[in-house]
């Protein structure tokens, strides 16, 4: 949900870098007044879980609900936490709570460590000593996780023996995927949404194409499309304008706050960076009903913004009028922000992305502005390396393979039990699992054409499409499947009975 890292993030790397990672749910700040109903608890996680040569314990936040649990064991639904608050993560995947009462389960929201309020180091977690961030990694996280469920089991009355199914979307989906191919002896299934697991070795412009694609259907003619390709070299005249006039132009027409006001021309790839992740991420929202995530949007936001870009223009200032217009769908649907702040910091404590994004989440990003609508800008891992170790110091070396060697990448012969579901409308399914395995009880791929960011994992809605409908029913039958054979606990009479019954 990776690399600016995004402007939130505000880091030094080129505006190709500038996806890292935090997508819809990421973003949310978690409520004051939660509509979920849950309790509290801490766990002592072990910092390292690979070498002996720390002892050093954190405590790690997790969310229970027990409302519908079967306590003779029936299954847990647990949340594999990603960047950021749990609480956001728990607020907004209500597919889970959703299902929860038809399945007698126990839901679980682990949150992910160096991020919330699971701090290692304590409330300054930036820090550039390797022995303190170091620790960050997914397969960390994983193993915190693997820890997390077996003291549930042994601690919880009546547990013990209940089948445990992983849920995540986006990096959080990854997690849930990888704990089954990882741990098939703790997890005993994974709904995986919207999870690009493939998507470090995913050309790096087919991200950027898929933005681009949604952009160009949502208007005639790609009308849109060809509109936000045609502002990069309107912004570059414009800011340019003699005595600074264009400057004065683009702070007045973009209502810029004060903080983010431009001085210079070369300011203006602070816009740039800015409106690259914004279009990205209503590609990533294109809920078709209204949401409230960076900010609240309406339905099917990509056609809200369409409908200003797509008008007809003479000139560069009108063309920047659109375009503005279309921003202020984004940033002020509600008319009560005051200005834009193009320096809006992350609000959820998951700016340690950055980190793992310069280590092992290399997702490398491409755009040639032809094929894209974006402006061109090429993947420089040499770049890239300088400014992940200017930013977290010299032992921050990208390693772009890492993640395919720990976990496989597309590879999933071997692996069971697992639903990977992607939305076509969202760019991130460029890195995901888009074909089943085609072995009995192996990977499973389930495609959502209107679907945009793990559309499936939210709670069902008025306005959903049949395609995610008819996707989360697909989930609920694999689920129900994983749970009675999984052989444990009051499944082992359910297995017995059925073997029973077929002698009869």
């Given at each position: 949900m990776l690399f600016s890292f995004a402007p939130w993030v505000m880091l030094l790397v080129p505006l190709v870098t500038s996806h890292i990672f935090h997508t819809s749910v990421e973003r949310v700040t978690a409520a004051n007044s939660t509509?979920?109903?849950?309790?509290?608890?801490?766990?002592?996680?072990?910092?390292?879980?690979?070498?002996?040569?720390?002892?050093?314990?954190?405590?790690?936040?997790?969310?229970?609900?027990?409302?519908?649990?079967?306590?003779?064991?029936?299954?847990?639904?647990?949340?594999?936490?990603?960047?950021?608050?749990?609480?956001?993560?728990?607020?907004?995947?209500?597919?889970?709570?959703?299902?929860?009462?038809?399945?007698?389960?126990?839901?679980?929201?682990?949150?992910?460590?160096?991020?919330?309020?699971?701090?290692?180091?304590?409330?300054?977690?930036?820090?550039?000593?390797?022995?303190?961030?170091?620790?960050?990694?997914?397969?960390?996280?994983?193993?915190?996780?693997?820890?997390?469920?077996?003291?549930?089991?042994?601690?919880?009355?009546?547990?013990?023996?209940?089948?445990?199914?992983?849920?995540?979307?986006?990096?959080?989906?990854?997690?849930?995927?990888?704990m089954r191919t990882k741990y098939p002896h703790i997890v005993q299934g994974a709904i995986a949404a919207s999870a690009p697991i493939a998507q470090f070795t995913t050309?790096?412009?087919?991200?950027?194409?898929?933005?681009?694609?949604?952009f160009s259907a949502a208007a005639p003619n790609s009308s849109c499309s060809s509109a936000i390709r045609a502002s990069w070299s309107a912004l570059d005249r414009v800011s340019l304008l003699p005595n600074t006039t264009g400057l004065s132009w683009l702070n007045s027409n973009f209502h810029l706050c004060p903080t983010s006001l431009l001085t210079s021309?070369?300011?203006?790839?602070?816009?740039?960076?800015?409106?690259?992740?914004?279009?990205?991420?209503?590609?990533?929202?294109?809920?078709?009903?209204?949401?409230?995530?960076?900010?609240?949007?309406?339905?099917?936001?990509?056609?809200?913004?369409?409908?200003?870009?797509?008008?007809?223009?003479?000139?560069?200032?009108?063309?920047?009028?659109?375009?503005?217009?279309?921003?202020?769908?984004?940033?002020?649907?509600?008319?009560?922000?005051?200005?834009?702040?193009?320096?809006?910091?992350?609000?959820?404590?998951?700016?340690?992305?950055?980190?793992?994004?310069?280590?092992?989440?290399?997702?490398?990003?491409?755009?040639?502005g032809t094929n894209d609508m974006f402006e061109a800008s090429p993947w420089d891992l040499a770049m890239y390396t300088k400014e992940c170790q200017a930013t977290w110091g010299p032992a921050a070396v990208p390693q772009p393979a890492l993640a395919n060697s720990l976990y496989g990448g597309r590879d999933l012969a071997s692996a069971t039990n697992i639903v990977f579901s992607n939305g076509l409308l969202d760019p991130w399914s460029s890195g995901g699992v888009l074909k089943s395995s085609g072995t009995q009880g192996g990977v499973v791929a389930i495609i959502i054409p209107e679907g945009a960011h793990h559309l499936d994992l939210r709670g069902s809605n008025p306005a959903d499409p049949v395609s995610v409908i008819q996707a989360r029913k697909q989930e609920r039958a694999y689920i129900d499947k994983w749970i009675k054979n999984s052989n444990m606990g009051k499944y082992k009479k359910y297995k017995a009975n059925k073997r029973k019954i077929s002698l009869l």
């Open positions: 509509k979920k109903q849950y309790t509290t608890h801490w766990y002592n996680q072990t910092l390292d879980h690979f070498t002996f040569t720390t002892q050093k314990q954190f405590r790690q936040k997790y969310l229970v609900n027990d409302t519908f649990w079967d306590s003779s064991g029936g299954p847990i639904f647990f949340y594999t936490g990603n960047e950021g608050d749990i609480e956001a993560f728990t607020e907004n995947s209500g597919f889970m709570w959703d299902i929860a009462p038809e399945f007698g389960a126990m839901l679980v929201f682990a949150e992910h460590r160096y991020y919330g309020e699971s701090l290692p180091f304590g409330a300054d977690p930036m820090s550039k000593d390797p022995l303190k961030v170091g620790y960050l990694s997914s397969s960390q996280a994983l193993a915190d996780y693997v820890d997390l469920i077996s003291f549930l089991r042994k601690t919880i009355v009546g547990a013990s023996q209940s089948p445990v199914i992983t849920f995540g979307g986006s990096y959080g989906g990854m997690l849930a995927g990888w050309p790096c412009d087919a991200f950027g194409r898929i933005v681009t694609s949604d021309a070369t300011n203006i790839s602070t816009i740039k960076s800015y409106l690259t992740d914004l279009w990205t991420n209503l590609a990533m929202m294109d809920y078709p009903y209204p949401t409230s995530f960076l900010a609240p949007l309406p339905a099917n936001p990509v056609v809200a913004v369409c409908q200003h870009l797509s008008q007809p223009y003479s000139n560069d200032t009108e063309l920047l009028e659109l375009v503005f217009k279309a921003v202020d769908v984004y940033f002020n649907y509600t008319g009560q922000a005051e200005c834009l702040n193009l320096m809006e910091e992350d609000g959820i404590g998951a700016d340690m992305w950055s980190y793992q994004a310069c280590t092992e989440m290399v997702m490398p990003f491409c755009y040639d």
